[in-house]
C-alpha cells in the first residue's frame, strides 16, 4: 500500500461565513481527484463548513485540539468535540502553535493520542528554524521532533508528517529540491524503523507551497502531499496544488 496522498490547506486564523463561499469551487476541485483533500479553517467554521460540505469528497479538520478529552480548559476544544461536528483530522504541533503556545513535543505526543482516540487522523507538523539549518542541525533537529511528537500507537491510518521549515513558513522561500528530498527521506527511514506501517504514512511538505512551485515538490521521493497556507485561502489558487498533486 503506498501513502495516501493528501492536499491539505491550512486557513489558520483567516476567514469568515463568507469565506464558506470558497466550499462549493474546493469540492469541485476535489471531486474526482486522486488525492485526499482536506481544508482546516479556524475551529468556529468547522461545523458550518463541514455542513456546507455535505456528502462532497472535501474533508474539514481542525488546526489544535487539547490532550483531555473533556473538562475544565476554558478555551480549549476536544479532539472529540471537533469530531461530533464533522472534522476528520487536525493539524498538531505547527510552529506557530509551538512558538505561540510554547508547545513541546511531549505536548504534541498527547494531543496526537487523544486525537486517535477520538477517530481524528493527526496531521503532526515538524521543522527546523532558519538558525538550526544554518547551524547544520536540521537532520537532527527533525529526528528529535518525530521521535518526540508522534506517540505509540501511531499508524499510517491515524497519521500524517508534514515537514514544515519554519523559515518557509509565509516567507515565499522555499527549500532546494534536494534540502526537502534529504528531509523526507530521513522521516520515511526512521517511520519505517519505528512503526510497521510507516513505509505507508503521508509525509506532507508545507511552507510557500504556490501553483507555481507544486508540481515539482510533488516529484520529490516521498512527498506525498502538501501543507498549504496561504494558497489554500482562494480556491482558485487551492485548485491548481489539487491538481497537480493528482498528477504526480
Ligand atoms: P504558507 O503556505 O502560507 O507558507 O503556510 C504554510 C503553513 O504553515 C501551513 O501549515
Known amino acids: 500500500m503506498a501513502p495516501r496522498k493528501l492536499a491539505a490547506g491550512n486557513w489558520k486564523m483567516n476567514g469568515d461565513l463568507a469565506s464558506l463561499d470558497q466550499v ?26 463541514a455542513t456546507r460540505v455535505g ?26 468535540q471537533l469530531r461530533d461536528v464533522g472534522a476528520t483530522h487536525v493539524i498538531l504541533g505547527h510552529s506557530e502553535r509551538r512558538a505561540d503556545h510554547a508547545e513541546t ?48 500507537g501511531a499508524t499510517a491510518a491515524n497519521t500524517v508528517i508534514a515537514y514544515e521549515p519554519v523559515w518557509a513558513i509565509g516567507t515565499g522561500r522555499t527549500p532546494t529540491v534536494d534540502q526537502i528530498a534529504e528531509v523526507h527521506a530521513l522521516l520515511r527511514d526512521h517511520l519505517a524503523a519505528r512503526l510497521d506501517d510507516g513505509a505507508d504514512v503521508a509525509l506532507l511538505y508545507g511552507g510557500s507551497v ?39
Open 24 to 49: 462549493d469551487a474546493l469540492v469541485t476541485a476535489a471531486a474526482g481527484a486522486g488525492c485526499d483533500v482536506l481544508i482546516c479553517p479556524p475551529a468556529l467554521l468547522v461545523y458550518a463548513m
Open 55 to 80: 456528502t462532497g469528497e472535501l474533508l474539514v479538520g481542525g488546526q489544535d485540539c487539547h490532550a483531555k478529552a473533556s473538562g475544565a480548559h476554558t478555551g480549549d476544544i476536544a479532539a472529540a
Open 105 to 152: 513535543d511531549a505536548i504534541v505526543a498527547a494531543k496526537a493520542e487523544a486525537a486517535h482516540a477520538a477517530g481524528l487522523v493527526a496531521i503532526i507538523c515538524l521543522g527546523e528554524t532558519e538558525a538550526e539549518r544554518d547551524a547544520g542541525s536540521t537532520l537532527d533537529v527533525i529526528a528529535a521532533q518525530l521521535a518526540g511528537s508522534v506517540p505509540e
Open 210 to 248: 504556490k501553483p507555481g512551485n507544486a508540481a515539482e515538490i510533488f516529484a520529490i521521493p516521498h512527498v506525498d502531499g502538501a501543507l498549504v497556507g496561504g494558497a489554500s485561502l482562494k480556491a482558485g489558487d487551492f485548485a491548481p496544488i489539487i491538481a497537480a498533486l493528482d498528477a504526480a
